[in-house]
């Protein structure tokens, strides 16, 4: 209304109105056009300051005799002068659809003053357009109810799914967008009234300054001022609720309608100001209108006057620029609505939350929900009744280094197969877990995580990361040995994969080929999305390869490294280090000293060859030394015998002075040895070579298994199918655009905290592409010994899957609260039932344990918590439940 009210004082009235079809695009435009012609040319005399006397002696025959006249000249200075007539028009106009042509003029003014220079340049174009500046009007006209009078019709329906609050809806944010485009155009208008002044009249210029009649302090604030001081009814005004005794005694006395447009019949129930009220706010601003445009006409020249500023344009300056401040009282009050509720709600709880604290506030509440509750993913590496070797977690890699927490589910032990190279396959019999990460993210915040894995002094394992690709076989993609207190540190790469809402309605307009290729890519992403890490003890393992009691190695921690060592730096074949009887009553200490003898036997060839290297190495610098002093020598005789032929005949040199000479030159080529480049090198074995070399061996019988094992039917779970059916139960629940399949990946950097001896301490060092190529070939060959190249079942070993989601939220945790009235506790709580329940294979209902919280949830999501009467082939929710 407020808007409507200011619009009528550049020519919308009433009857305008009622001839608009608000069934068709109106738009209200403004045109503006500015012309310059040359009049003539003057000279014009400018008295100077400066004056000088002249005396005249006239003679005369008279009594009198001479007489002497004295005259005072002054300087007048001839400057040209060039005047022009300078025209403006400008005209607003209202238009329905595109017919321009049949607009209508609401206001027109065409004004034109002389403009003078001492310059013959044009001070303006001949002619210059500005605009047209056009305005649509199809919103404001359709909040216009025209029967039977001219009256708002502007509400926000409240039953709409898009209504959030009172700021956020469809109805408030269009008139925040038409709001927008009214004050960009009251803008553009103002600048062309306003820069009047500045283009024309500060380039006035005449030769005798005299004020220009027409000339008014537009831009200078005059109207601007005015402006200030109409009333403004756009106030963001909260009231208490309004009590039964007051609406009895309230008065229900008529007031006249001042405005444009008049209140629809409301009810003054709640917060909502009465009618009258706002008739009275509404008359107030009509009335500080009419005086400012009172005093207008008071201050500047008429319209009737040919001048270029006149009442019209001031007129139109001051109400562009008040609309302009309905406007941005419009938009402004809209936000202080958000941010007095925002303020509330920062003072109910006490402080402003973050998402580290909704994280915190997540795990404390589905403790207390959820049976079996989540759990932190930090798992002990121990043996049964034995002290950890290491720990493995995964944490944040802020400063808290809070661990995730995930819905763990331990699997039937099913046979995992892990190929480390063409021809090795290993069979890994330990245990196996499904761990669901659900994790969320607020706007684009993206926290970043990292897999830690610990050892403790005197202990090592085998940490393998990679990728699910079935449902008893990983791809490995990096490997490392972690012992003696080292610390490893994984960073690791979140990938969000489209929802499949998103999917469905990327893929529409393209061609049944190219759905076809984006459907099976997007199935290869979803099952490449499940990561596995699997922790292999080195002890057990041992104990099994060389043919030892289990516990053997607890206490033999020399034995243990010398073993390894051979293992991983020598590729010693196990055969000629494990236990050689075959009789069961042998005591442990026995064996033990069989298995020494075995790596002594082992150790003292490996240092023998390590001594023959050394020796022929400094046998072979010692023969090259000797050649050198020949040579040298001999070059010496040459010089000699040249010298002897060119001089006189001296006398023969004696054998001791040769002796001296050759003995010399032992000297010099000793000291120059070290600098020449000899040095005594022992060839170590290149731990890549021999792991390219394994990569050719054919082993027949880990073949037959790895037929045997792929051709049997696996009783665990199929984790690469849990995406997919996730994937599909999202889509029909409530969250479809929220949740979405995220694949884990580890980058490229990794970092190690490692002590040299017992005596120094952590260093860290930044492990690059080929220190983890060079750490992974170390741990498969290291594998494959403690497998016989995968003949030998690996037992001590876990592997732990990780499937994981995002819910994401478009906006930061406040604004996902204030402006879009979403509770992110309750989404969170339905996404965790859905993701729960598929990870642990049971309905949603069974994993709540308090009956009051399933009566609540059943409440907020009947389609997630129903009961399953039967099972129904074709459902995949059930499919998903009975992974």
């Known amino acids: 209304i407020a808007y409507m009210n200011s619009l009528e004082k550049l020519g919308l009235s009433v009857d305008v109105l009622k001839t608009i079809d608000c069934t068709t695009p109106t738009t209200l435009c403004f045109d503006a056009s500015t012309t310059c012609k040359f009049l003539e040319k003057k000279v014009v005399d400018v008295p100077m300051d400066s004056s000088y006397e002249s005396s005249v002696e006239t003679k005369s025959t008279g009594i009198l005799g001479n007489t002497e006249t004295k005259r005072t000249s002054k300087v007048v ?13 400008w005209c607003v106009s209202i238009y329905s659809a595109a017919d321009i042509a049949q607009r209508r003029v609401l206001k027109l003014r065409v004004g034109s003053t002389t403009l003078v220079t001492q310059s013959k340049d044009m001070p303006l174009p001949e002619h210059k357009d500005h605009g047209p500046v056009e305005l649509s009007l199809t919103w404001l006209m359709q909040q216009i109810d025209k029967d039977p009078q001219l009256t708002s019709n502007f509400r926000v329906n409240v039953e709409e799914i898009t209504t959030k609050t009172p700021r956020r809806n469809a109805a408030t944010q269009s008139a925040i ?16 009234v306003s820069n009047l002044e500045l283009e024309i009249f500060r380039r006035h210029n005449p030769a005798i300054p005299i004020e220009p009649k027409a000339k008014i302090s537009l831009g200078g604030s005059e109207s601007s001022n005015l402006a200030k001081k109409i009333f403004n009814p756009v106030l963001p005004l909260m009231e208490p609720e309004v009590k039964e005794e007051d609406v009895q005694n309230a008065d229900d006395t008529e007031i006249e309608h001042k405005s444009v447009l008049k209140l629809q019949s409301s009810s003054s129930e709640g917060f909502v ?31 009737t006057e040919n001048n270029v500023l006149a009442v019209s344009e001031a007129t139109v300056l001051m109400i562009t620029v008040h609309i302009t401040h309905l406007c941005n009282n419009f938009v402004e009050s809209m936000a202080y609505v958000e941010n007095l509720m925002e303020e509330k709600l920062i003072d109910a709880i006490g402080k402003r939350i973050t998402p580290d604290d909704l994280d915190s506030f997540v795990k404390f509440h589905n403790a207390r929900l959820l049976s079996p509750m989540p759990q932190p993913f930090s798992h002990a590496i121990r043996c049964p009744e034995h002290t950890p070797v290491g720990l493995v977690s995964i944490e944040s890699s802020d400063e808290d280094h809070k661990c995730i927490h995930t819905h763990t589910r331990v699997v ?19 245990k196996q877990y499904l761990h669901g990460w659900l994790n ?43 012992q003696n207190k080292d610390e490893v540190m994984i960073p690791l790469l979140l990938n969000e994969l489209p929802t499949a809402k998103e999917f469905k309605d990327a893929i529409k307009s393209l061609s049944p080929e190219q759905q076809m290729f984006a459907r099976a890519f997007r199935s290869m992403q979803l099952k490449s999305s499940v990561f596995g890490c699997v922790v292999i003890q080195i002890k057990p393992q041992l104990e099994a390869l060389l043919g030892l009691p289990q516990n053997a190695l607890d206490k033999e921690m020399k034995l243990t490294q010398d073993l390894m060592e051979l293992f991983t730096e020598y590729q010693v074949p196990s055969d000629l280090l494990s236990y050689n009887g075959r009789s069961e009553g042998v005591a442990l200490e026995d064996k033990l000293d069989n298995v020494r003898k075995n790596v002594k036997a082992v150790t003292d060839v490996i240092d023998g060859e390590k001594k023959k290297q050394m020796d022929l190495a400094k046998a072979r610098t010692e023969m090259a030394i000797e050649q050198r002093i020949q040579n040298l020598a001999e070059y010496d005789d040459e010089l000699m015998l040249k010298a002897s032929m060119a001089m006189a005949a001296p006398p023969p040199m004696s054998t001791s002075a040769i002796s001296a000479r050759c003995g010399s030159g032992r000297r010099a080529l000793a000291e120059m040895a070290p600098t020449a480049g000899y040095s005594v090198q022992v060839d170590a074995p290149q731990q890549q070579q021999h792991s390219t070399r394994n990569d050719n061996i054919v082993d027949f019988k880990g073949t037959t298994n790895l037929s045997r094992t792929s051709i049997a039917k696996s009783d665990g779970v199929d984790f690469t199918l849990l995406p997919q059916l996730l994937d599909v139960a999202v889509e029909k629940s409530n969250e479809a655009n929220a949740l979405r399949s995220t694949i884990i990946k580890t980058k490229g950097s990794w970092l190690r905290n490692r002590q040299e001896n017992l005596l120094s301490n952590l260093k860290c060092k930044g492990l690059g592409a080929d220190d983890i190529k060079l750490e992974t070939n170390k741990a498969k060959d290291l594998l494959d010994a403690l497998s016989r190249s995968g003949s030998l079942a690996i037992e001590s070993s876990e592997l732990h899957v990780i499937v994981a989601v995002t819910h994401c939220f478009e906006k930061d945790i406040i604004e996902t609260i204030i402006q879009d009235n979403i509770n992110p506790i309750q989404k969170l709580e339905s996404s965790t039932l859905l993701f729960a329940s598929a990870i642990h294979g049971v309905g949603a209902r069974d994993l709540i344990k308090d009956q009051f919280e399933l009566n609540r949830l059943e409440g907020q999501n009947p389609l997630l918590l129903k009961r399953i009467e039967r099972a129904e082939e074709d459902d995949e929710l059930t499919r998903l439940a009975s992974c």
Request: hydrophobic share 40%.
């Open 177 to 192: 967008d038409f709001a927008n485009l009214l004050n960009k155009w009251c803008e553009n208008v103002n600048a062309f």
């Open 412 to 430: 039937s032990n099913a046979t995992l197969n892990m190929p480390l190279n063409a021809a090795t396959m290993l069979e890994l019999t330990g």
């Open 273 to 303: 100001l009465s009618p009258k009220d706002i008739t009275k706010l509404l008359n107030e601003h009509v009335n500080s209108m009419t005086a400012a445009l009172a005093h207008i006409k008071k201050t500047f020249p008429p319209d």
């Open 77 to 89: 200075q001839h400057i040209e002068e060039w005047h022009y007539k300078v025209e403006t028009s």
């Open 440 to 482: 969320h993210r607020f706007e684009k915040q993206h926290k970043e995580y990292r897999l830690v894995s610990r050892a403790r002094q005197f202990s090592a394992y085998i940490l393998v990361v990679g990728t699910m690709t079935g449902s008893n076989s990983i791809e490995p993609k990096d490997a490392i040995i972690v």
